[in-house]
């Protein structure tokens, strides 16, 4: 049993990234559902289960969702990097629209930053795979069930379909409340889209304050610095975070990237630093 997704010519030319506030909304509310399935985010779901008494008409969204095929009008396929949630909004239900915004605004809002956070990083990765090796290495790890053979996107262990996306594309959406299923639109209407687990999800709901350890060895702003690095970031962005100058974070960029622990890339108009394994090492 397997879905079949042909890509060629002009449909491998249009494969992108984006992700889904919507989405992942939709599968939170699942995960509370059944948390029992989405194990990794329990963390989430007893901060969660606190708050679901501020959300009206919640028990409407949980009829949609019961079973394993969900409603593809509360699932839309991003046609940006990453869509407004009232945008991806326009075509649900009005009634069932409603629920979710609630539901975002009270139980994803909070956590929004932490979890675009590791879906930045990920199409960070992969879009660097792409560049280096080719949508074939892309296609080849994004997840256990997914494989690439004779042109032809396949997504093992799901009833036996045909998608043929030759002419329109193919959007690949990481996805944090997805886990751990890879996901795909069997009867798009124009691009299609494959959603697979986000790298770094099993780290989500960690402290992520700065280790006092590390601090006292390389000083605060340079561990704080490598908290800030487990994601792509600009100068600007560090600068911002750390409430210091862009030349003061270049200074110290610097001194981590000759410890190698932190490496530097460009990619379109910006530069962008992430630590190395080396530096993941050390953290630990």
């Given at each position: 049993m397997a879905v079949w997704v042909r890509l060629a010519g002009v449909g491998l030319a249009r494969v992108r990234f984006a992700y889904s506030p919507v989405f992942e909304t939709v599968m939170a509310v699942d995960g509370l559902?059944?948390?029992?399935?989405?194990?990794?985010?329990?963390p989430w779901v007893r901060w969660a289960r606190g708050r679901v008494a501020d959300i009206p008409d919640l028990d409407l969204l949980l009829a949609r969702l019961e079973g394993p095929a969900k409603p593809a009008e509360l699932l839309p396929v991003p046609d940006v990097r990453m869509p407004?949630?009232?945008?991806?909004?326009?075509?649900?239900?009005?009634?069932?629209?409603?629920?979710?915004?609630?539901?975002?605004e009270v139980l994803i809002a909070p956590h929004w930053k932490r979890i675009t956070t590791v879906l930045e990083a990920d199409i960070a990765t992969r879009a660097a795979t792409l560049a280096d090796r080719g949508v074939e290495a892309v296609f080849g790890d994004l997840h256990p069930e997914v494989t690439w053979e004779d042109g032809e996107l396949v997504l093992h262990r799901k009833p036996d379909h045909r998608v043929d996306l030759a002419e329109h594309?193919?959007?690949?959406?990481?996805?944090?409340?997805?886990?751990?299923?890879?996901?795909?639109?069997?009867?798009?209407?124009?691009?299609?889209?494959?959603?697979?687990?986000a790298r770094g999800i099993g780290a989500l709901w960690e402290d992520r304050s700065t280790p006092h350890e590390l601090a006292a060895l390389i000083g605060r702003t340079r561990a704080r610095l490598l908290t800030l690095l487990e994601a792509p970031r600009t100068t600007t962005d560090l600068a911002t975070a750390l409430e210091v100058t862009a030349g003061a974070v270049s200074q110290h960029i610097a001194v981590l990237r000759a410890a190698r622990l932190v490496?530097?890339?460009?990619?379109?108009?910006?530069?962008?630093?992430?630590?190395?394994?080396?530096?993941?090492?050390?953290m630990n």
């Open positions: 559902r059944t948390p029992g399935a989405h194990a990794v985010h329990l407004d949630l009232e945008t991806e909004l326009r075509g649900a239900p009005p009634a069932e629209a409603a629920v979710i915004r609630r539901c975002h594309g193919l959007v690949l959406s990481p996805t944090v409340f997805g886990w751990p299923k890879a996901w795909v639109e069997i009867d798009p209407v124009g691009q299609g889209v494959v959603r697979y687990p490496t530097t890339r460009r990619e379109g108009r910006h530069v962008l630093h992430m630590r190395t394994t080396r530096a993941d090492a050390l």
